[in-house]
T-cell receptor, first 117, second 113 residues
Framework: GENVEQHPSTLSVQEGDSAVIKCTYS??????FPWYKQELGKRPQLIID?????GEKKDQRIAVTLNKTAKHFSLHITETQPEDSAVYFC????????????????FGQGTILTVHP | KAGVTQTPRYLIKTRGQQVTLSCSPI?????VSWYQQTPGQGLQFLFE???????NKGNFPGRFSGRQFSNSRSEMNVSTLELGDSALYLC????????????FGPGTRLTVL
């Protein structure tokens, strides 16, 4: 089955710096890659996603890049702010594995991002 | 639209008991997936339901089961609880099945004593 590796496990930056989190996946048939932000005690919230027919997607200070050949995708946060501090999860999905995978998301282990004022 | 809701938010049970958790998806969403979140194992897929049918199941023992009703609401059941079942159980809904955006509920925090 799919396996998603996420690095780093912790990331500490100064306010205003950029932060980059990287994920690799094993199933070359995966075609949907969302990123979720989870603040302490709260639900995971989708912040951006990308599908395999796109190489890059941006939404204000957040961007995601996808390299299908290398099977990795990255989250880029620019001009970080203290409110960006949270746990970030990447995930991958392949709806056609074995004909029955449908909406199963396989998650990375998470990255604890701390933005220091 | 109201978001995904889950009840109850917190549960304390003892080993050997069983528990039922409920999830109400976003109005109009037909697919519900369940995930278990623990500090050690992270977020792990339990199962997915679409149109009252289980579409996929993760690598969990048969003590974990679920169902979906005609109004798309879903329940999951864990029988013969073990200490290791202590976790945050999250459900997520999406409009259709497949690679569609999934929106998470607040979760049910289950503690097994």
């Amino acid at each position: 089955g799919e396996n998603v590796e996420q690095h780093p496990s912790t990331l500490s930056v100064q306010e205003g710096d950029s932060a980059v989190i990287k994920c690799t996946y094993s199933d070359s048939a995966s075609n949907y890659f969302p990123w979720y932000k989870q603040e302490l005690g709260k639900r995971p919230q989708l912040i951006i996603d990308i599908r395999s027919n796109v190489g890059e997607k941006k939404d204000q200070r957040i961007a995601v890049t996808l390299n299908k050949t290398a099977k990795h995708f990255s989250l880029h946060i620019t001009e970080t702010q203290p409110e960006d501090s949270a746990v970030y999860f990447c995930a991958a999905s392949n709806p056609y594995a074995g004909g029955t995978s449908y909406g199963k998301l396989t998650f990375g282990q998470g990255t604890i991002l701390t933005v220091h004022p | 639209k109201a978001g995904v809701t889950q009840t109850p938010r917190y549960l304390i049970k003892t080993r050997g008991q069983q528990v039922t958790l409920s999830c109400s998806p976003i109005s109009g969403h037909r697919s519900v997936s369940w995930y278990q979140q623990t500090p050690g194992q992270g977020l792990q897929f339990l199962f997915e339901y679409f149109s009252e049918t289980q579409r996929n199941k993760g690598n969990f023992p048969g003590r974990f089961s679920g169902r979906q009703f005609s109004n798309s609401r879903s329940e999951m059941n864990v029988s013969t609880l073990e200490l290791g079942d202590s976790a945050l159980y999250l459900c997520a809904s999406s409009l259709v099945e497949g690679t569609d955006t999934q929106y998470f509920g607040p979760g049910t925090r289950l503690t097994v004593l």
